[in-house]
């Protein structure tokens, strides 16, 4: 299958490219070139950084592509702070507005004796019978690196405990998003990114 | 619950690991791709790969080691050695590293920091600072200073200072070795590591005197480190990061298990 991934600029895309590679997809990479999210399988927007990153996203058309890809039933899956512009925003850049998918803001994790940036391996708790992460055990851990966050909503598919729970995961329909890293969380990551390469809309054929 | 990481190193030399004292009497300990997958497989964390002689003419070797290592590695995997400016960095992340590591370059040059962390986020950056106690300082320990040349040479600065302005220029992470504990294996040097946790927001992890499990738990609980760099402990007794974690289990550390 083919994977479109998001090139806005922000980090690094090797991890993922690699990582999508190695289970045995077919990569393409635009950072503009809109027949590419046009002709779109499956696509994933990865992210490191700061939010108002993703105004090229905006700058370039890539979010109107987007938009129409997901009204299509395009899966799409939002890594980072690719999750992150999946709602109307982030209090990282209020200016910047999101998706808009999910209604909700991101914001900070609140001031406490805790570290921010929440770095390292955590654990997940799976909620609504998530297809994104089917067969992940309670407890199973993923890699997190950042200091924004989604909120627990009807949308999480995953919840994670750090300072307060937060949105590890968020899924309606065909459009997902990881807080987490799954290109750096061993065979649990991988186990999330091959359901997400296996993604069908319910009642498709096989 | 976050669990307190521990980070695999290995040193690398023309595209080797070897293991040695001090750098010297380096013996040859395999490829590290191979080593690197064998560590991730066994419960590590994390991989640093570090170029201990990172010499000019190496460098290519080197970005070769590091595409082939980070080809089949699926957790974070960290690169230092060498770097001295954001193009080193640049080549190491396109060759498949998810963060550098920098030591000296960005004593020379702090400004370094931010210009890698613009392009490839903060979480990319770790700076590594050698550290010894100020035995002359009122506060040894607060005193402790920077050094370069593998702990030779102080550079007239205080280690949490220079934590501080490298979390503020936009640091992801600092790498804190103590050149007092390093190669002893008599413990972390836990108050100083705690001294720099406690001065900064960012994780820290610890590295430098490691000789059996009690010394992990007890720079996680009194040396409140994120992680621990593990090297030389494989060598003597602790076969592997799993069985290392599962001692710290039960020793009430939160670690990942299973891994």
Redesign the interface.
């Known amino acids: 299958m083919r994977v479109t991934v998001i090139d806005y600029k922000a980090g690094n895309l090797t991890s993922v490219l690699k990582t999508l590679r190695h289970l045995g997809a077919e990569t393409v990479v635009t950072d503009g070139d809109l027949s590419l999210v046009e002709s779109a399988e499956r696509i994933v927007l990865p992210g490191v950084g700061h939010f108002a990153a993703t105004e090229r996203l905006d700058a370039t058309g890539l979010t109107g592509s987007i938009r129409e890809a997901i009204a299509r039933g395009v899966p799409f899956l939002g890594i980072c702070v690719g999750m992150q512009w999946l709602y109307a925003g982030s209090t990282e850049a209020p200016q910047q507005t999101g998706l808009g998918h999910f209604p909700e803001l991101c914001t900070r994790f609140a001031e406490s004796t805790e570290k921010v940036p929440h770095v390292g391996w955590n654990s997940l708790e799976v909620r609504n019978n998530s297809r994104l992460l089917a067969g992940v055990e309670p407890g199973e851990f993923v890699y997190f690196t950042h200091s924004y966050k989604g909120p627990v909503t009807n949308d999480t598919a995953a919840v994670t405990e750090y300072i307060e729970p937060f949105a590890a995961a968020v899924e309606r329909g065909n459009v997902m998003g990881v807080q987490f890293h799954p290109e750096k969380s061993g065979e649990t990551g991988l186990k999330i990114l091959r359901n997400f390469l296996a993604w069908q809309p319910r009642g498709a054929a096989c | ?5 521990i980070i695999a190193c290995l040193d690398v030399h023309a595209g080797r690991v070897v293991k040695g004292v001090q750098f010297v009497d380096l013996i040859d300990a395999g490829d590290p791709a191979t080593q690197a997958a064998r560590h ?1 497989r066994e419960g590590a ?1 994390e991989i640093v790969l570090l170029d201990i002689t990172a010499t000019h003419e190496g460098r290519q070797t080197l970005l070769d080691t590091v595409r082939r290592t ?3 590695l ?3 995997f960290c690169v230092g050695g060498g770097i001295k400016s954001a193009r080193d960095a640049e080549q190491v ?4 590293a ?1 963060k550098v590591s920098i030591n000296s370059a960005a004593l020379a040059d702090p400004t370094l920091i931010s210009a890698i962390g613009a ?6 950056v770790v700076v590594a600072i050698d550290a010894r106690r100020d035995p002359a300082a009122a506060d040894p320990v607060r005193g402790a200073q920077v050094h370069v040349h593998g702990g030779r040479r102080p550079v007239g600065r205080t280690v949490v200072e220079w934590a501080r302005e490298a979390e503020q220029r936009g640091a ?2 600092i790498l804190l070795t103590s050149m007092d504990a390093d190669g002893t294996r008599a413990g972390f040097d836990c108050e100083l590591t705690a001294a720099v946790s406690e001065s900064v ?3 820290v992890i610890a590295s430098g005197g490691a000789g059996t499990v009690a010394h992990f738990a007890d720079v996680f609980a009194r040396g409140k480190a ?2 621990a760099l593990a090297a030389s402990i494989f060598h003597f007794g602790v076969s592997t990061s799993r069985s290392l974690k599962e001692e710290l289990a039960q020793a009430g550390v939160p670690v ?1 298990l299973p ?1």
């Open positions: 619950m976050l669990t307190k990481r991730a964390d980070a080809r089949e699926f957790v974070p992340f396109e060759a498949g998810d392009s490839f986020g903060a979480q990319a992801g992470e927001s960012i994780p994120d992680a990942r891994c």
